[in-house]
């Protein structure tokens, strides 16, 4: 029986937005996480959309700026939206840099040391946290899909793309698309599992890698990015790799561009409520 | 000619979050302010609302929780954000409390020391700021209105009430109603104007009191409160005070109590859509 203490609840467009803190067995330390539970729950179990943050992240930057929830009210669904690595792991400089360690566990399943023992987010985004959340809260379970910003939009990919039928739908914004080509993901990549011959274990991490060999259900991707985004013109994102990829796999993906927007929330509040409707066509 | 220096520009539901800094001359310090342009502004010139923040508060709150630039966008309205203080004055503990000295500046003018010769809100955001604002932007001067949460809830109400006809409609969330009754206002009052034979210059600065002594064209004024607001249940907004001198005053108030709200941010984003919709049917 997963134990559950609550860190805040607060009313929000007729429902509640809730944070709470668990003891994670996969990670090895205490996580918080948030649920928006739409006035419906109140009758009736809900469908669930899964926000994965970005570097730097935790769980309060989604709930505090994305003003998510009056959609996820109006359309009924649960938001349930976790931080984004462990914390409290005691690694040496675990939390010396932005874009490794604390605020940066890039939803994989590390297996190098000193990071293989916690740095297991992928294993908590998609196996323990959903089963506590389906434990505790009106969900339909069956009726799950995923989404992301930046290093969170490669997480909700590659979550999506490596378990075909699990999320009935992903969305993106802002998405770290090709990891293994990018500085970001070659740094984290090269911690987290070391450098081998070829890199071939990357690959199982990289949604443009993984959309070429994806062999499941239909998948619609919808991923929205911003034109005047720096991480992009940086060359930190690279979604076109990811959207010819998909071209070449048959795998409808819908990539919008959009001109003057950056890589802020801003960005992420314009655009949350068509990623919300895109999410319940399909659960 | 006033200079303004940019801090951020960020593209938000096809209009523009700006913050800038400034130099003012009446509170002797720089501040930020932030101004939301919807996308009409590039067109014609706007409405323009101020949202007055409460304790502890910048600029920064408003515009990253409020979700407010949807509707501003919808309806074809500038939003202008001040910050709730001078900063940098040097004066001894000004950073002491929450509710006193730097984000606590109750939108008065001081007249006490140490307080009367940086301490001038109301001067600011009622004459420095919308020249400024006027000046830079294309801004429908005779178009604008003002809101506020908590202690700008009461910094709204008294820059309206003091104003007739500057101000086309007065809003207010969970506002500080009576500051001279209650514990905030009476050791913010206190200490900006000093303690006199029966406080009469307090109520010069106090809504409830400004109300039975308003004189001017009709002002609708609506108010939210969260039932579930703590400092509601502490005696620190006193909003039946004010509902009741508008009733003896004539004038028209509506106070919703909102069922199972808070003081929080939260509560803001659920309701701003109401409120800039009352601004818009007035301005």
Same mark, same amino acid.
Do not use: Q, R
């Given at each position: 029986m997963t134990e559950l203490t609550k860190v805040s609840n607060n009313k929000i467009f007729g429902g509640w937005q809730k944070v709470y803190s668990h003891k994670s067995s996969v990670l090895g330390c205490k996580m918080n996480f948030g649920i928006f539970l739409p006035p419906q729950a109140e009758e009736v179990s809900v469908p669930v959309i899964y926000f994965l943050s970005g570097l730097?992240?935790?769980?309060a930057n989604f709930i505090q700026k994305a003003g998510a929830q009056k959609y996820a009210s109006e359309n009924g669904v649960a938001l349930v939206v976790p931080d984004t690595s462990p914390r409290g792991?005691?690694?040496?400089?675990?939390?010396?840099?932005? +874009?490794?360690?604390i605020g940066a566990g890039f939803y994989v399943d590390a297996?190098?040391?000193?990071?293989?023992?916690?740095?297991?987010m992928y294993s908590y985004i998609t196996k323990e946290l959903p089963s506590v959340v389906n434990e505790k809260?009106?969900?339909?379970? +069956?009726k799950q899909s995923i989404m992301g910003h930046s290093m969170g939009g490669h997480g909700a990919l590659i979550c999506a793309l490596k378990n075909p039928?699990?999320?009935k739908s992903v969305s993106a914004f802002a998405?770290?698309?090709?990891p293994i080509q990018c500085p970001w993901g070659k740094k984290a990549f090269s911690n987290y599992f070391g450098e081998t011959e070829?890199?071939?274990?990357w690959n199982d991490w990289d949604a443009t890698e993984l959309t070429k060999t994806y062999n499941g259900p239909p998948l619609d991707i919808l991923i929205d990015q911003g034109k005047e985004d720096n991480f992009l013109k940086q060359g930190q994102l690279l979604p076109e790799n990811l959207l010819n990829a998909a071209k070449d796999a048959g795998l409808p993906l819908v990539l919008r561009f959009q001109e003057?927007?950056?890589?802020s929330y801003y960005f992420i509040a314009t655009f949350i409520e068509d990623h919300i409707k895109h999410h319940m066509k399909l659960v």
């Open positions: 730097t992240c935790t769980e792991s005691n690694i040496p400089d675990e939390s010396d840099s932005s +874009d490794l360690g297996t190098k040391e000193p990071w293989k023992k916690n740095y297991k809260f009106p969900i339909l379970s +069956d039928g699990m999320y998405p770290i698309s090709n070829n890199n071939v274990l003057a927007y950056d890589h």
